[in-house]
């Protein structure tokens, strides 16, 4: 079992930043392949960004340059930096666990690959 919790999300402005956390246990966070994903009001889930166990990172075109992940071995834990926050980055924002190993190189970009997901954290960028 492995058990994720994000942090970090609120209420931010237009052009403002926040880091969300996601602080996993359970399991050697070393060993875990690791996603960020997020459901807008009405949408689906959708996937934001991935990082593999090397640290090889990978995010969506619309957010490349202003979403970045990270992950930090020592402290369990990963990281979404997001800047220039746009009204339609309002979401819940979920990080997910992928547990198979298959290689230190990939990430995974769909929802059936994660076998654990933490509860989100809503972010909501105002006008």
Request: hydrophobic share 30%.
């Amino acid at each position: 079992q492995v058990q994720l919790v994000e942090s970090g999300g609120g209420l931010v402005q237009v052009g403002g930043s926040l880091r969300l956390s996601c602080a996993a246990s359970g399991r050697t966070f070393s060993s875990l392949s690791m996603g960020w994903f997020r459901r807008a009001p009405g949408k689906e889930r959708e996937f934001v960004a991935a990082i593999s166990l090397s640290g090889n990172t990978y995010s969506t075109d619309s957010m490349k340059g202003r979403f970045t992940t990270s992950r930090d071995n020592a402290k369990n834990t990963l990281y979404l930096q997001m800047n220039t926050l746009k009204p339609e980055n309002t979401a819940v924002y979920y990080c997910a666990a992928h547990t198979e190993y298959d290689s230190d190189l990939l990430y995974y970009t769909e929802t059936y690959e994660y076998d654990y997901w933490g509860q989100g954290t809503r972010v909501t960028v105002s006008s």
